[in-house]
Nanobody
Framework: VQLQASGGGLAQAGDSLRLSCAASGRPLGNYDIGWFRQGPGKEREFVATINWRSGRTDYADSVKGRFTISRDSARNTVYLQMREMKPEDTGVYLC???????????WGQGTQVTVSS
């Protein structure tokens, strides 16, 4: 599976951005597609995940109610809609695919998100 993340950029606190993760190479089937982020000087952390087949989602507590993960089967793409953004949302956002919500075997390159106060 090849993953291509895009949509990052500069935002101000309170703004919205939408990230895209386009998948190719093989059918996603029952894979979980996750978004992760790594802020400056921080470890990589889980943000959200969605099961491609069922649409089941899960979110980190820090983004619940502000971020929404979704999928578009026709485009083979997973989106991360980010609202009410905060400076602490700043980081490199990466998408990944794997057989379950805790195991990710395929990783795309990151897209930078910078939120200013």
């Amino acid at each position: 599976v090849q993953l291509q993340a895009s949509g990052g950029g500069l935002a101000q606190a309170g703004d919205s951005l939408r990230l895209s993760c386009a998948a190719s190479g093989r059918p996603l089937g029952n894979y979980d597609i996750g978004w992760f982020r790594q802020g400056p000087g921080k470890e990589r952390e889980f943000v959200a995940t969605i099961n491609w087949r069922s649409g089941r989602t899960d979110y980190a507590d820090s983004v619940k109610g502000r971020f929404t993960i979704s999928r578009d089967s026709a485009r083979n793409t997973v989106y991360l809609q980010m609202r009410e953004m905060k400076p602490e949302d700043t980081g490199v956002y990466l998408c990944a695919a794997g057989p379950n919500r805790v195991t990710y075997d395929y990783w795309g390159q990151g897209t930078q998100v910078t939120v200013s106060s």
